[in-house]
């Protein structure tokens, strides 16, 4: 009797500082978050629920690796019917033997003994992931791996608690306790008070586990167990991708974008806190898969380290759990070492150049995080101008973590407030603030790629007032001289199927998309305003434009300034729709083998990955083939977030990489559904010198192939010159 009340006394005394400590660690983290500029996270909540229960329960993003997503997936349920356990083995220690008054109780411990077996092998296979397999994307070392101990240790002490309990109780063997019932044959000469002993003693080492990596846990990675259900429950409701609206007529603002952490918003600080360091987002990046300096889950990973030191400075508040075991100073930064990853793969693709350069230039400093300069210390600039906003690392991340907002605030904060933008980037905002095009050309010059297509005027507004559709061509539709041809093409497939539409012509400005992905909010809110204006002058319904990024600026982000009432279609669902109708048919045979490039815009921002396909296997003689790399995983160009006007001084070029996995399939063309991406695989197959052999065709010009024969449009009217990258 006195046994039992000294160990309760000790029980409820360990326990209490255990919750007490993990409270504490919980609370200062929250006190940190609490740093950032407020969300509205009732508007992110609404119609979260089938998400956040398919992505938390359902373990949907895990499974994109279904062998590392059955693992966790094991580990996951495994460890929700264990608590159920941990709760009877309490019980047992407390009562001496009692247990938990459940039906059916012999197949409740049956469930609990098949779950450690099966919560061992996922722990075996995860150390084997990371240290037989040797994953890239995973980290070594003993803080990435202490977890498995964690785990393997606290089994081990449920199950030798449940054996030695079998011994002190003279519990006949059975087959509903097949792992307790083998140990306690093996240590049946025991004596029941040696028994009761050892099960006291692994009952404690149970007890203390259990407790420490509660305390563990959100000191560590392992924090997302608490945060990553509440990050994917407040995730956007909004379309995927849409960057938030900056006032810029707030008198009261002191700078714009994100110059220090505190600029974040407490959502995105939310996700710093999430990420379990899985690397999905680094092994898919491609400016990590190229040798650039940008790796998605060191962003996030820098940005925690700095909001947690910067916040133990700010609030006084350590974020380590007993204190006096972990002195708090100085504080990690960048070093002057290692300017760019050393790239000398011989494959298409690798990731650890780029993981080699990020763990040697981060590291612990005598510094004080108050005074360091978040882009400078945290971040370099290469690093967020290394970002083609692919949204390929949002898309895989299992716990909701959003990495391009993060990245073109920064931006934002470059542009607005620092003027610091790569110089061919600067003269490609400038050109667009001037002439409304990239390249500075004429903007009354813009329509000259239409004169007459095959005989026929491309209508304008003004000639065409009653039109159905506003055919918006786009400066690279309307000034490159191979994406003019996806123009013509587009325009002449539309009269032949009697769509009724026009153009703007020289009325036609820049969508802002490329202004916008490169920080400068203030020309996309100009071109923006501008652009809905005219519209609302020749009362568009409808716009169908061939390139993805500004199919996606319009149908995704002009609303919110005031775009209403209009449907944005891409040229590939519009010919995907007049297929369907009979409006276009497909005649001629066109006997290429074809692989499709998804645009990341298109596919990843926008699910449209069908309609494109729809088209290419209705052409009679296409044979459709796939890489291996496609739809929502698919590889970058390497022209999107402004990179299309910009040069890549390190590593690999992207598009020569994504050019090199099209050519793995062996095709004849690779199509495209954007102007971008046209211009990009077109430069990889000169690059590989495979352009005679492969040619790189975008989706409306194979279709203008069947529906008219082998001759192409051709424009009647004047020719002008255009750079392109």
């Not at 994109?64 to 996951?76: L, P, Q, R, T, Y």
């Not at 009432?565 to 083998?593: C, M, S, Y």
């Amino acid at each position: 009797m006195v046994w039992q009340i000294v160990n309760l006394v000790l029980f409820l005394a360990v326990a209490g500082y255990g919750f007490y400590l993990f409270y504490k660690a919980v609370y200062h983290r929250f006190l940190y978050v609490k740093l950032g500029k407020p969300a509205d996270f009732r508007k992110q909540r609404e119609g979260k629920w089938g998400e956040f229960l398919s992505q938390v329960f359902g373990q949907k993003k895990l499974f994109k690796d279904w062998k590392s997503g059955m693992m966790h997936f094991v580990i996951f349920y495994g460890f929700i019917i264990l608590q159920f356990g941990a709760l009877d083995l309490i019980i047992k220690g407390l009562t001496d033997g009692g247990h938990l008054p459940l039906p059916a109780y012999d197949v409740f411990g049956l469930l609990q003994e098949i779950t450690v077996v099966l919560i061992l092998a996922a722990i075996g296979y995860a150390a084997y992931r990371r240290y037989g397999e040797k994953l890239a994307r995973l980290k070594k070392g003993w803080k990435p791996s202490l977890v498995v101990f964690f785990i393997f240790f606290l089994m081990l002490s449920v199950v030798l608690s449940l054996g030695f309990e079998r011994v002190w109780l003279g519990q006949e063997p059975s087959g509903f306790a097949p792992i307790s019932s083998l140990l306690a044959v093996l240590f049946g000469s025991l004596s029941a008070n040696a028994a009761q002993i050892l099960f006291y003693v692994f009952w404690w080492a149970h007890l203390l586990i259990l407790l420490s990596f509660l305390v563990y846990v959100p000191q560590s990675k392992h924090f997302h167990l608490i945060t990553a259900p509440v990050n994917i429950f407040l995730g956007r409701s909004e379309p995927v991708g849409k960057l938030s609206k900056l006032d810029l007529e707030d008198e009261e603002a002191e700078s714009f974008g994100v110059g220090k952490i505190e600029d974040f918003t407490r959502k995105q600080m939310i996700d710093f806190y999430a990420c379990v360091e899985c690397g999905r987002c680094t092994n898919v990046c491609p400016a990590s898969n190229t040798g650039k300096v940008l790796s998605p889950m060191h962003l996030i990973v820098k940005l925690r380290d700095h909001l947690t030191e910067k916040g133990t400075a700010i609030t006084g508040k350590s974020p380590y759990v007993p204190e006096f075991a972990f002195p708090t100073s100085g504080a990690h930064a960048l070093s002057a070492s290692g300017s760019e990853p050393d790239w000398n793969s011989e494959g298409i693709t690798d990731i650890r150049p780029t993981l080699a350069w990020q763990k040697s230039t981060w590291t612990h400093q005598e510094k004080d995080p108050q005074e360091m300069n978040l882009i400078g210390d945290v971040m370099t600039e290469e690093e967020i101008w290394s970002c083609t906003t692919c949204r390929n690392c949002e898309d895989q991340c299992p716990v909701g973590n959003e990495h391009v907002d993060k990245i073109i605030d920064l931006r934002r904060h470059l542009v607005l407030m620092e003027g610091s933008v790569p110089a061919e980037g600067q003269r490609a905002l400038q050109n667009i603030e001037r002439q409304s095009n990239p390249w500075g050309l004429n903007r009354n010059d813009r329509a000259n790629w239409s004169g007459e297509v095959e005989g026929i005027k491309v209508p304008t507004v003004k000639d065409n007032p009653a039109f159905e559709y506003l055919f918006f061509v786009g400066s690279m539709g309307s000034y490159d001289l191979r994406s003019r041809n996806i123009s013509r093409a587009f325009a002449r497939l539309l009269n032949e199927s009697g769509v009724n539409y026009a153009i703007l012509g020289n009325e036609e400005k820049n969508s802002g998309d490329t202004p916008r992905r490169m920080g400068n909010e203030m020309l996309f809110q100009q071109l923006c305003m501008e652009n809905i204006e005219v519209f609302e002058k020749y009362g568009v319904q409808k716009i169908v434009t061939a390139c993805p990024h500004t199919f996606n600026t319009f149908k995704n982000e002009y609303p919110e300034f005031g775009l209403e009432g209009v449907e944005v279609f891409h040229h590939t669902q519009l010919l995907d729709q007049l297929i369907r109708e009979g409006r276009l048919v497909p005649k001629n045979e066109v006997k290429e083998r074809i692989t499709y490039h998804d645009s990341c815009y298109l596919g990843r921002y926008n699910n449209v990955y069908d309609q494109p396909r729809n088209v290419l296997k209705s052409i009679p003689g296409v044979e459709l083939v796939e890489m291996k790399r496609t739809r929502e995983n698919a590889m970058c160009c390497g022209a999107g977030g402004g990179m299309m006007w910009m040069e890549e001084t390190s590593g690999k070029r992207v598009n020569l990489a994504r050019t090199e996995q099209a050519l793995e399939v062996n095709p004849g063309i690779i199509s495209s559904a954007c102007p971008y991406c046209l211009t990009m695989m077109e430069d990889g197959t000169k690059m590989k010198e495979v352009e005679d052999r492969v040619k790189a065709k975008d989706i409306a010009e194979i279709l203008e192939l069947s529906v008219f024969g082998d001759h192409p449009a051709h424009n009647k009217g004047l020719e002008m010159e255009a750079s392109t990258k």
